[in-house]
Every structure is written in structure tokens, then in C-alpha cells.
């Protein structure tokens, strides 16, 4: 049984930077992929980022390359530098993952595993 556990969630003035983090534990190998969601209350959740085992990483037009996601495939983590923070970033950030071998990597449906979040607040 996988479990998922972020950290780094903060309150940050506009401009400001912060890192989140996520460690995996209890998978017998590398995850397919590993991303980053948010979700304000009322509102869906959303892709922010996905970073996959072979190939780069994807992320979401509002990142507008102020984020960048890594994976570390040895020690089942995953981050995301997040940079020029602006107040819209307000959210709960969950960190997700997929082990299973094949499919998407997209929609939260794609993935199977998931942290309980972290707040990330921008004023």
C-alpha cells in the first residue's frame, strides 16, 4: 500500500517562493508518474504539474514557467520549486502518483495514490 506525504505548504507574500515536497513509501518501484494538484474550495482540482518516469515533465499554462516539478525515481520523491508567487496560487496542493505500468497521466482520475495536502497561501 502506497502512501504519499507532502510538505512545505506556507503562507507567502506575492512574489515569494516556496518548495513542496513529497515522499512516497510502501512501492516496490518507481512511480509512472508523479504530480502536483490544487484545489481551492468550490473548485475542482487541477493539474499544476506531472512529472513522468521517461520523458519531461508537464505542466499547467498558469505555471507560465514560474514552477518547475522533479521526480527522483531512486527515492520515490517528487518537488515542486515554486517561484513569483502570486495570490491565485492560494490552494491545497496534493501530491499524486501513479505505479501502475501504462495509461495517462493527466486527469486526477489517472492517478491512484494521494497525499492528504498542504496549504500554500499568497497574499
Known amino acids: 500500500h502506497v502512501q504519499l506525504v507532502e510538505s512545505g505548504g506556507d503562507s507567502v507574500q506575492a512574489g515569494g517562493s516556496l518548495r513542496l515536497s513529497c515522499t512516497a513509501s510502501?512501492?516496490?518501484?518507481?512511480?509512472?508518474?508523479m504530480g502536483w494538484f490544487r484545489q481551492t474550495p468550490g473548485n475542482e482540482r487541477e493539474r499544476v504539474a506531472v512529472?513522468?518516469?521517461?520523458?519531461?515533465?508537464d505542466y499547467a499554462d498558469f505555471v507560465k514557467g514560474r514552477f518547475t516539478i522533479s521526480q527522483n525515481n531512486a527515492k520515490n520523491t517528487a518537488e515542486l520549486e515554486m517561484s513569483n508567487l502570486e495570490p491565485g496560487d492560494t490552494a491545497m496542493y496534493y501530491c499524486?502518483?501513479?505505479?501502475?505500468?501504462?495509461?495517462?497521466?493527466?486527469?486526477?482520475?489517472?492517478?491512484?495514490?494521494w497525499g492528504p495536502g498542504t496549504q500554500v497561501t499568497v497574499s
Open positions: 510502501g512501492a516496490m518501484h518507481a512511480a509512472r508518474c
Open positions: 499524486a502518483a501513479d505505479y501502475r505500468w501504462g495509461g495517462a497521466c493527466e486527469k486526477p482520475a489517472d492517478f491512484a495514490n
Open positions: 512529472a513522468h518516469y521517461r520523458r519531461s515533465p
